[in-house]
């Protein structure tokens, strides 16, 4: 059962992860990003994200502009252009992430057909503005944000999506902590991954948090669901 002292998940914590530094480069991230890639397969990240997506892209009538925030190594972008490759979808991929180094590993990784594009940006800064797609998608990557600053960058930006924006996000969780931590024992990870992931796991949502959230960024259609994994899933209908 869960430790009893977990006091501190009762908030959200605001302690950055080493992957935070976007300095970072060379063996330590590019093993880092390997394990994040193992695990969102195994927990079906990567799968839960495509399987939303691609009914949108088969009804549309035109080639999509998809854009991943925070899209790290490009697990989720990858899965899209395999998929479209496969079905002779035509789309255009856009993968943002503050750190060129990851950036250029995630370049690597993509050997389909389909080509994904690639933007440096500090997501987080104010002064960000998000070019203009048709959905935007990111995997456990909001939770970077804080409440004020995830509701700033949803009041500002939602007018530049005009279908839908679908989040996976980690859900903060005693079980979800304690599972991890002990995990952590006999999983084959860098030490990164590891202390990320707990960190990561403090840093992310209650539904009433996202809920909150969404409601001072003035957006009324959405929905969230618990999955598994400890997961959210969320889907946003803007209002342009």
């Known amino acids: 059962m869960p430790e009893p002292d977990m006091h501190f998940l009762q908030k959200r914590s605001t302690d950055q992860e ?10 330590p991230l ?16 990567t799968n839960a994200t495509l399987r939303k997506v691609k009914p949108i892209i088969t009804k549309s009538g035109r080639p999509l502009k998809i854009i991943d925030l925070g899209c790290g190594g490009g697990d989720n972008l990858r ?3 395999d998929w479209c490759h496969r079905n002779h979808h035509t789309v255009q991929l856009t993968g943002i992430d503050g750190n060129p180094h990851i950036l250029t590993y995630a370049a690597s990784k ?21 070019p203009a797609c048709d959905l935007l998608i990111s995997s456990h990557f909001i939770y970077h ?11 500002k930006n939602k007018k530049n999506i005009s279908q839908k ?11 979800a902590y304690f599972l991890f931590k002990t995990g952590n024992i006999f ?5 990164m991954v590891k202390s990320d992931g707990l960190k990561a796991i403090r840093r992310s949502f209650t539904k009433n948090e996202l809920k909150k959230i969404l409601q001072e960024a003035a957006i009324r259609d959405f929905t969230i ?16």
């Not at 924006?165 to 079980?175: N, V």
């Not at 999983?187 to 030490?191: A, N, V």
């Not at 618990?226 to 969320?234: I, L």
């Open 18 to 27: 080493e992957l935070d530094n976007l300095d970072l480069s060379g063996n």
């Open 30 to 45: 590019h093993r880092t990003l390997d394990g994040l890639s193992i695990i969102n397969r195994f927990l079906g990240n």
């Open 79 to 81: 899965a899209i252009a």
């Open 110 to 130: 993509n050997k389909n057909a389909v080509s994904i594009k690639y933007l440096q940006a500090d997501i987080l800064a104010p002064s960000f503005t998000l």
């Open 145 to 155: 944000f804080s409440d004020k600053a995830l509701s700033d960058f949803l009041k």
């Open 165 to 175: 924006i679908i989040f996976s996000e980690l859900r903060r969780s005693k079980m």
């Open 187 to 191: 999983l084959p990870f860098s030490k």
């Open 225 to 240: 669901r618990k999955k598994w994994a400890f997961r959210w899933e969320v889907v946003i209908f803007p209002e342009n």
